[in-house]
């Protein structure tokens, strides 16, 4: 049975009408009522960016159909309900991969525009919006509009991280890129605090198309910020074997006590030392590559009935790394952190989007378990260092940010603000901006 | 498989299963009431690997159309190796209660049309040996309840008619399948308050697929549906006439 709501799964929805849009040429459903309306994709964000709590959600899982490709130019045209699934499902036999993909392949096109999704390559490819030649845009004034650089080119750049926003997106085109293989030459390097994961990658971002790495917010001293970096280019080499997909629902609620600090110290230690040498290569097919949750379905239950938050921000590179080594000494000390921490280098590549998140810098990823009062005053702490030092926070993985830490975070609203559809809303609007 | 025919294949469930043929790059013949709906799929399965896709419009309700819909199905691909027959009709329940119009209609749509399709492939399959027909039936035609019976007659119909089809093409090596869903989240089943037993249209399209590549006697899917049914249609008449199923 199909659940509407976010990732995180907090915070809870009371009543939310759920109405649905049958083809791409279809007029907007509105609810006979004033309740305003926002589109749902997949639910893969993690706060409350994709709910809209006693009003309504339109679900674009009808829309569902490829419209074209042109194999000469890998430009793929589909309905903004399709996911990436889909797409590489489809096209990976072919030949052809995403340009940008987040790190679950169970997200929609229309998703991916509104968050302006980043990936493993921003730092060679910028986000996901950069790939986007034009898209299909409805608004509650009945319009049907296409959207490009050159034609309704403010609603384009609106819609581009706009949260859905600006009105319902059916369809959009892509650009594919082209592979040989669907492996990887892959390397991991091992680095033992933070200095050594800015040496580590200043020295391989320029080689690699795909990097990210995995830290451990759990050790301190000068083990502070360990981990490992996982960097890959898609092979030149062919193998034909193709492992066989394994996915494990999660099967039920787990119990809280499972998320303890102990636990995640434990399962950290044990990660980090899984690799006994600095560095290690391999050929890696790219499913566990980018998308290592998605063997286990539905693992954000794992966390049990409270949900969790996911905490997501970028700050511009300092030159010793103060305000990154800073947050992760508050991390650290706070013993709040889980398993799942991920750090990027975002490189300099420009979205055209208005709202995008990706910018220049150092970004950080990590749950936290929902422990009420003091995860939530954790992350108010952090995010004053991080919009001190001039950073910002995703709200694809926000369920909580203040009115005035949005707006250090969006430079660019008052630009925005005008494209907004006046019949669309979401939670995290209403919250964020009243 | 290389060349099929479905139809009804704009249903939510049969264009999943459309979707698993074009992606083996079978050659397809589809068909259903909407030409729009037909050419958006067609695009879709064209862009997904299929070899070549061919529309046909037909309404469940004429059923002296039919076999005209199949000649040109075979003429257009050749040959035919495998067929599906997809679409259905959830009837309103009282309405047909208070009228027989409805139950008319829905015993057209659901059954007739279904077997008007069965009796031109039956002998097609007989003649040429080898090959596969699914059909679409129900659990709702496992046992009749107070809420869903008109359907559930049809349906039921439907699957005795399979049964008695299966019977005699299987000696000419042709396989005849039986698809029971359960609860499916579809457009037919939009204004139904959902609960932990419906599967998705992907789920049973996938299945469907599957069972007409191996050549499955009777599929129910998802694959519990035999044991809750397995119960259902053991319990005795003088119990399961009080109960308000
Ligand atoms: C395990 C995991 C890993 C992730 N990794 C990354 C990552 O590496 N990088 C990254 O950027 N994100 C990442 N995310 C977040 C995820 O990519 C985004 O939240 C994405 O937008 C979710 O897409 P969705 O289809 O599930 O949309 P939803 O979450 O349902 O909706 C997201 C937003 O899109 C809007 N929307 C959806 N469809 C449409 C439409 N048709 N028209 C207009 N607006 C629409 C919604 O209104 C909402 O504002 C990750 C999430 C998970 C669970
Ligand atoms: N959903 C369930 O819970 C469930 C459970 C058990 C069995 N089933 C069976 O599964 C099959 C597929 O249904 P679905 O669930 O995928 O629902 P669906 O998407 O609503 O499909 C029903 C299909 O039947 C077609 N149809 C209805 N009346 C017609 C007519 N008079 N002439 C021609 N076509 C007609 C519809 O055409 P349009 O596309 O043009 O509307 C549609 O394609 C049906 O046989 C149904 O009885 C469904």
Redesign the pocket.
């Given at each position: 049975m199909k659940r509407y709501e976010s990732w995180g799964r907090y915070p809870t929805i009371r009543d939310q009408k759920v109405l649905t849009i049958s083809s791409r040429k279809a007029p907007l459903p509105l609810p006979d009522d004033e309740r305003s309306v926002l589109p749902y994709g997949l639910g893969r964000s993690y706060g409350d960016s994709c709910v809209n709590d006693n009003n309504a959600i339109i679900d674009t899982s009808a829309l569902s159909n490829l419209i074209a490709f042109d194999p000469n130019t890998g430009i793929l045209r589909a309905e903004s309900g399709v996911s990436l699934a889909t797409i590489l499902k489809v096209f990976v036999p072919k030949g052809w991969f995403l340009p940008v993909t987040p790190g679950t392949k169970f997200v929609t096109l229309g998703g991916a525009v509104a968050n302006d999704i980043h990936g493993k390559n921003h730092h060679r490819a910028g986000t996901f919006g950069r790939h986007v030649s034009q898209f299909g845009l409805i608004r509650s004034s009945g319009e049907h509009l296409t959207c490009s650089p050159t034609s309704n080119s403010d609603l384009f750049r609106a819609t581009i991280g706009g949260l859905g926003l600006t009105g319902l997106v059916t369809w959009v085109e892509i650009k594919l890129v082209s592979i040989k293989s669907p492996y990887l030459d892959t390397r991991t390097i091992k680095f033992r605090n933070l200095d050594e994961f800015v040496e580590v990658s200043r020295e391989n971002d320029p080689v690699y198309d795909y990097s990210v790495s995995w830290v451990d917010c759990t050790t301190e001293g000068d083990q502070l910020g360990r981990g490992l970096f996982m960097a890959g280019n898609f092979s030149e080499r062919r193998k034909s074997r193709q492992p066989k997909s394994l996915s494990i629902p999660f099967p039920c609620q787990a119990p809280s006590w499972l998320l303890n600090s102990y636990f995640m110290r434990s399962f950290n230690t044990l990660y980090y030392n899984k690799q006994l040498s600095r560095t290690v290569d391999a050929l890696t097919h790219y499913e566990p590559f980018f998308y290592p949750l998605d063997a286990i379905l539905d693992w954000n239950r794992m966390y049990g009935k409270r949900g969790f938050f996911q905490y997501q921000f970028v700050v511009p590179f300092d030159e010793k790394g103060e305000t990154i080594k800073e947050i992760f000494r508050r991390i650290t000390r706070s013993k709040r952190a889980s398993f799942l921490a991920v750090l990027k280098t975002f490189g300099d590549i420009e979205s055209p989007g208005i709202m995008s998140f990706p910018r220049k810098g150092i970004t950080l990823a990590l749950d936290f378990p929902n422990d009420g009062a003091p995860t939530l005053a954790l992350m108010k702490e952090l995010d004053t260092i991080v919009l001190q030092a001039g950073g910002s926070i995703y709200p694809a993985k926000d369920a909580r940010m203040s009115h005035e830490a949005f707006l250090a975070s969006h430079p660019r609203l008052a630009e925005f603000e005008p494209h907004i559809d006046p019949r669309f809303s979401s939670s995290f609007w209403r919250r964020v901006r009243n | 498989m290389k060349k099929i025919v479905i139809i009804?294949?704009?249903?939510?469930?049969?264009?999943e299963t459309a979707r698993c043929f074009a992606l083996e790059g079978a050659e397809l013949f589809i068909a259903?009431?909407?030409q729009e709906?037909l050419e958006r799929l067609a695009d879709d399965l064209r862009v997904r690997g299929a070899a070549v896709v061919h529309t046909g419009l037909?309404?469940?309700?004429d059923l002296a159309s039919h076999d005209q819909l199949l000649e040109s199905a075979y003429h257009t691909l050749g040959e035919i190796d495998a067929a599906l027959i997809?679409?259905?009709?959830?009837p309103d329940q009282t309405e047909c209660q208070h009228s027989w119009i409805g139950t008319e209609q829905a015993l057209a749509?659901?059954f007739l049309?279904p077997v008007a399709f069965l009796t031109w492939l039956a002998n097609y399959f007989e003649k040429r040996g080898t090959g596969n027909i699914t059909a679409?039936?129900?659990?709702?035609g496992d046992r009749g309840r107070q809420s869903n019976y008109i359907?559930g007659s049809a349906?039921g119909a439907l699957s005795v008619f399979l049964q008695g089809l299966r019977n005699r093409l299987a000696p000419r090596g042709v396989s005849v399948t039986t698809?029971?869903?359960?609860?499916?989240?579809?457009?037919?089943?939009a204004d139904i308050k959902k609960g932990p037993l419906?599967a998705s249209?992907e789920l049973?399209g996938t299945r469907v697929h599957k069972a007409m590549k191996r050549g499955d006697s009777v599929v129910y899917t998802p694959f519990f549906w035999r044991f809750i049914m397995l119960i259902i249609i053991h319990i005795p008449e003088f119990i399961f006439k009080r109960l308000k199923l």
């Open positions: - | 009804g294949a704009t249903s939510a469930v049969a264009t259903g009431r909407s709906k037909f309404n469940a309700r997809a679409h259905g009709d959830l749509t659901n049309s679409i039936s129900s659990v709702a359907y349906k698809i029971k869903p359960g609860f499916i989240d579809t457009p037919m089943t419906f249209a049973v």
